[in-house]
């Protein structure tokens, strides 16, 4: 059964014996380190808009008839 | 400080991305796929003595290098005895005659092969004899078998049924840990939610809820990568199991509770509501995924005596990638976490700022 089971999946084989693993595991780490350069930039905009909003808040309560 | 900050990240994706390449571009070891009767005959001495032939598959064998050396035993217990490898056909088929005794301490026998590149590998049950007579003290003689390891670079083990589907493991179990990770996030955080005093800030309210909103990510993910395993190793995407129902409960009663976040619009009551909600959510958690399904009879590894990926299964090679793995994800999880944080502070800020 597990010999059938093979047979009928032999994409297997031709992943691992063409060396298209190398070009899946290339993709899946660059996707990893791209959604991990996209997290870095979005923390620093969070933070950036964050300071922003701090400052306007005091602002705002210095001068609260403006 | 900050560098601290800066190197937990760098380094959960840099564990990431070994873990993944790893994880595809490791090749699995050699195992025995099957030991079948070829339904022909071989006579020895061509003439009077006919004897069945057998053929014996391999996976990632390499039988073709020094074919000579490969030695066929079969194994009951401590009975063993050799048969005589006929012919090798490529890396992963030989031929084989079942040359035996017409008594047998047994019908149902491990096959066991002998390799200088492979090592030793085993079929367990992998031959079932018939048309001999069965006598459980019957003894045969028994031969050296020197047991080898294999002479190969890293590689993943070799599991039946599991072949190479054996890499989802550095996906979907720490999923789930980081599931885990972040639904402790959320109920520690709740339970300071509620040890506040009735008018303290939503601070440890908003903590859970994005804790939660990211568990409810891995826990979502974690469910989708279990399936596609089943789908291969069990022939089913879903199946009525303790283990897999218990899981999907746990994602509907954290569902559950954004969607009771959704339906209070009093912030404080919203927060107190949600924190006890969240406390009987973890308690759920622990006892769907952790306790019940030790106690009834499951397919999924691990559970009602079914053995899982533990000591003998984790070899060292997929604990050089498994254990990063739980890490690196970990990491990933708690900053995807941060992140929503800061994002809610800030939004919460902004409309504050708006009302003003």
Known sequence: ?66 | MRMIQRSWKIGGIALLAYVFWTTFTVPLGPGLLEFRDRNEAASTDGITKRIETYELIGLGTHWTVQPEELQLFIRKGDQITPLPVIDVINDTHAHAALLLPDTLPSKAWDVLVNHPVDGTLSLQNGLFVDGFVVDESARLPRPQLEERTADLPHHFPFQPRIFETIRNLMLHVPMWFTMFLLMGIAFVASIRQLSQSSGGSSHFDLRAQASVQVGMVFGVLGLLTGSLWARYTWGAWWVDDPQLNGALVTVLVYAGYLILRGSVEDERLKARLAAVYNLFAFVILMILLMVLPRFTESLHPGKGGNPGFNSYDLDSSLRAVFYPAVLGWMLLGTWMYRIRLQATRLNQKLQCLNDE
Do not use: Y
């Open chain 1, 1 to 66: 059964m597990c010999h059938t089971l093979l047979q009928v999946n032999p994409i297997e084989g031709f992943f691992f014996g063409s060396g298209k693993s190398m070009v899946v595991g290339g993709v899946a780490v660059i996707i990893i380190v791209g959604l991990g350069l996209w997290m870095w930039r979005m923390e620093k905009r969070i933070q950036r808009l964050d300071k922003a909003a701090t400052r306007r808040s005091n602002e705002a309560n210095k001068n609260p008839q403006a």
